[in-house]
């Protein structure tokens, strides 16, 4: 074999790799972390301020791991109203869930019904007329 059909061989294979590596790479799902992504971006301020408002809170809702289940744990004192819950799957838009709270203190969220993994969680709700926001991460 001489130097030309080595470099010919080489030049080929680097072809080929070119070509399955932009095919793999046009074909990876890219999702956004949310589909109203910019808009989000926009009511960043007002987020930060129910963030906030809620690490102010003497008592928070807490999250737990409980068996089979996922506890969403809301204080006797607070007086939280229109609560919703999501579960944010970064990785698939498609596992992500949501939850409206509503006449209980403990909600349970069964572990068969979410995909084990890393999850986001965003806490929405609503005391006195104000809006508050807890963010945390958690794994199943």
């Given at each position: ?21 932009a ?9 956004l ?19 906030q ?88």
């Amino acid at each position: 074999m001489n130097w030309g059909k080595g470099i010919a061989i080489t030049l080929g294979a680097f072809i080929v790799f070119i070509l399955v590596l932009a095919i793999k790479l046009m074909s990876t799902n890219v999702d956004l972390v949310t589909p109203d992504y910019y808009q989000r971006e926009i009511d960043y301020s007002q987020e930060m301020d129910a963030v906030q408002n809620s690490e102010n809170l003497e008592s928070k809702i807490e999250f737990e791991l409980i068996e089979a289940h996922l506890a969403v744990k809301i204080p006797e004192n607070l007086e939280a109203k229109n609560i919703e819950l999501k579960l944010i799957r970064n990785n698939n838009e498609k596992l992500d869930k949501s939850f409206k709270i509503e006449n209980t203190n403990t909600f349970l969220i069964d572990k068969k019904d979410l995909v084990p993994g890393h999850y986001d969680t965003e806490l929405y709700y609503t005391v006195g007329g104000e809006k508050y926001m807890q963010k945390d991460k958690i794994k199943l």
